[in-house]
């Protein structure tokens, strides 16, 4: 009998983080601070706890889970590995179909993967609060549930219009005691300033991260420091989601098989990093047992690596932070209010994007019409109703299992299932009632967004030229 569900002992959680950095195929640019136009990390410092900063820069290849995050890990970890059996029957191809499953974390994504470390480290400095944005909720829902752990508090500034499309997000996020404000609110200046010229505004990842930052900068003033947090982008996030990589390694041993292509749907760039990272280092060492492709996918509504522009920007609208180098649509970006709220963001992981610039990953992009057609289908053979960005990685790998039934061509496919699609009702039922629309972002926006920067800072394509372009 075919195995369909995968799992490890409590004892096989990893005990280490892989950090990616050491192994790219050049160093990472430095961020830079606008104000010098040199190399620097800004606020940074001021916002984030040692550890956390420490993680960031490191040139480790292995990191330790302190015990006290492997306890909590415990909780969910060692999350599944399916064999999508149903699937495969129902697309009659050759593959074999693998995803590693999320969903059953507390928050019900992978985002827990990141905010217990991420909690625990405050609370080691001292920190009583911390700030942070979400998009759709689920990072969010995380960092709430991992705070509560802790016993600090959390203030989550999440896109108004998930927070109106996801009611039930705020309540989950309120039930592990977080205050929750739909961005942009009038709790900071960067939110008043752009309500008083918008007041329809529906709010962007770059809005909600530019209050949540300004929280944290402000609270200096009062006595009672609170540090921000991030849930994605940063290289410590995506360290900390290697742990879906490490165990999906460990599984697939068990069964005899290695991936042929591995699949993940970037917002941000984590839930990908997460699940790829590990074979990237398979590859790099050697020690790979086949020539496999890493291919992320991401909306058409918001395709910063296949339509934006690889170079310097602020990971914000409010311009807080230092200039990040990344494939982004510029951070005065207004996305389409998508259902897969967790892939809005303007700018993708740095490592990602040496990974796209250096051709070691494939990246197209889908629209949400297209990929909520693969979840249906995933859903009436697999049963599970999967998160709106997930759906997109989905898409890609049923197209692939298709080909394969063309070709006759037995491949192992595996993707992350980054969580589960519960609080995400409304947009099914949009899609079942026909109301779901295929949004593309216009190419002549991101030229209008890029010129904006330019003009912002006209001495940006010598910076550009000398940390990022000269790697091409």
Request: proline fraction near 7%; include cysteine.
């Given at each position: 009998?075919?195995?369909?569900?995968?799992?490890?002992?409590?004892e096989?959680?990893?005990?280490?983080?892989?950090n990616?950095?050491?192994?790219?195929?050049?160093?990472?640019?430095?961020?830079?601070?606008?104000?010098?136009?040199?190399?620097?990390?800004?606020?940074?410092?001021?916002?984030?706890?040692?550890?956390?900063?420490?993680?960031?820069?490191?040139?480790?290849?292995?990191?330790?889970?302190?015990?006290?995050?492997?306890?909590?890990?415990?909780?969910?970890?060692?999350?599944?590995?399916?064999?999508?059996?149903?699937?495969?029957?129902?697309?009659k191809?050759?593959a074999?179909?693998?995803y590693?499953y999320?969903?059953?974390?507390?928050?019900?994504?992978?985002?827990?993967?990141?905010?217990?470390?991420?909690?625990?480290?405050n609370m080691?400095?001292?920190?009583?609060?911390?700030?942070?944005?979400t998009?759709?909720?689920?990072?969010?829902?995380?960092?709430?549930?991992?705070t509560?752990?802790?016993?600090?508090?959390?203030?989550?500034?999440?896109v108004?219009?998930?927070?109106?499309?996801?009611p039930y997000?705020?309540?989950?996020?309120n039930?592990?005691?977080?205050?929750?404000?739909?961005?942009?609110?009038?709790?900071?200046?960067?939110?008043?300033k752009?309500?008083?010229?918008?007041?329809?505004?529906?709010?962007?990842?770059?809005?909600?991260?530019?209050?949540?930052?300004?929280?944290?900068?402000?609270?200096?003033?009062?006595?009672?420091?609170?540090?921000?947090?991030?849930?994605s982008?940063?290289?410590?996030?995506?360290?900390?989601?290697?742990?879906?990589?490490?165990?999906?390694?460990?599984q697939?041993?068990?069964?005899?098989?290695?991936?042929?292509?591995?699949?993940?749907?970037?917002?941000?760039?984590?839930?990908?990093?997460?699940?790829?990272?590990?074979?990237?280092?398979?590859?790099?060492?050697?020690?790979?047992?086949?020539?496999?492709?890493?291919?992320?996918?991401?909306?058409?509504?918001?395709?910063?690596?296949?339509?934006?522009?690889?170079?310097?920007?602020?990971?914000?609208?409010?311009?807080?932070?230092?200039?990040?180098?990344?494939?982004?649509?510029?951070?005065?970006?207004?996305?389409?209010?998508?259902?897969?709220?967790?892939?809005?963001?303007?700018?993708?992981?740095?490592?990602?994007?040496?990974?796209?610039?250096?051709?070691?990953?494939?990246?197209?992009?889908v629209?949400?019409?297209?990929a909520f057609d693969?979840?249906?289908?995933?859903?009436?053979?697999?049963?599970?109703?999967?998160?709106?960005?997930?759906?997109h990685?989905?898409?890609?790998?049923?197209?692939?299992?298709?080909?394969?039934?063309?070709?006759?061509?037995?491949?192992?496919?595996?993707?992350?299932?980054?969580?589960?699609?519960?609080?995400?009702?409304?947009?099914?039922?949009?899609y079942?009632n026909?109301n779901?629309?295929?949004?593309?972002?216009?190419?002549?926006?991101?030229?209008?967004?890029?010129?904006?920067?330019?003009?912002?800072?006209?001495?940006?394509?010598?910076?550009?030229?000398?940390?990022i372009?000269?790697?091409?």
């Amino acid at each position: 009998m075919i195995p369909q569900k995968i799992l490890l002992k409590e004892e096989d959680i990893p005990k280490q983080w892989y950090n990616i950095t050491p192994d790219l195929p050049h160093p990472l640019p430095p961020f830079i601070d606008p104000t010098t136009k040199e190399p620097g990390v800004g606020i940074v410092p001021q916002i984030f706890p040692k550890e956390i900063i420490n993680q960031e820069i490191s040139q480790e290849r292995w990191i330790t889970i302190p015990e006290e995050v492997r306890e909590i890990y415990r909780i969910w970890r060692p999350t599944p590995l399916f064999r999508a059996i149903g699937l495969e029957k129902a697309l009659k191809t050759p593959a074999k179909i693998y995803y590693k499953y999320e969903g059953v974390s507390p928050s019900g994504s992978h985002k827990t993967n990141s905010s217990v470390p991420q909690a625990y480290y405050n609370m080691k400095e001292g920190i009583e609060r911390v700030t942070t944005e979400t998009g759709a909720g689920q990072w969010g829902s995380a960092l709430a549930f991992a705070t509560a752990i802790f016993g600090i508090k959390a203030t989550i500034y999440m896109v108004k219009a998930s927070y109106e499309q996801k009611p039930y997000r705020k309540m989950l996020m309120n039930a592990y005691d977080a205050e929750v404000y739909a961005s942009p609110s009038k709790q900071t200046a960067a939110g008043r300033k752009i309500l008083q010229e918008d007041p329809e505004n529906r709010g962007t990842l770059g809005i909600a991260i530019s209050e949540a930052i300004e929280d944290s900068l402000e609270s200096g003033k009062t006595g009672k420091k609170a540090n921000y947090t991030i849930g994605s982008v940063f290289n410590h996030v995506c360290l900390h989601q290697t742990i879906e990589g490490l165990e999906a390694k460990k599984q697939l041993e068990t069964v005899d098989d290695y991936p042929d292509a591995i699949y993940g749907c970037i917002g941000g760039g984590s839930s990908f990093s997460g699940l790829m990272w590990p074979f990237y280092y398979d590859k790099v060492t050697k020690k790979a047992a086949k020539e496999t492709k890493l291919i992320a996918v991401e909306p058409t509504a918001c395709p910063k690596v296949t339509r934006g522009e690889y170079t310097y920007d602020h990971g914000d609208t409010a311009k807080l932070t230092p200039l990040v180098p990344m494939y982004t649509l510029g951070h005065d970006f207004m996305p389409a209010p998508i259902h897969a709220g967790g892939l809005r963001y303007h700018g993708i992981a740095p490592t990602i994007s040496v990974l796209a610039q250096e051709k070691q990953i494939s990246t197209f992009a889908v629209n949400q019409v297209e990929a909520f057609d693969a979840a249906k289908i995933f859903i009436r053979s697999e049963g599970i109703i999967p998160s709106p960005e997930s759906t997109h990685a989905i898409k890609a790998v049923i197209d692939e299992a298709r080909k394969c039934k063309e070709n006759n061509e037995p491949k192992t496919l595996l993707f992350i299932l980054t969580g589960h699609g519960f609080f995400d009702m409304a947009a099914y039922g949009e899609y079942f009632n026909g109301n779901l629309q295929p949004y593309e972002y216009p190419t002549e926006k991101v030229d209008e967004s890029m010129m904006k920067l330019q003009k912002l800072y006209p001495w940006l394509n010598d910076v550009r030229k000398k940390y990022i372009n000269n790697k091409e």
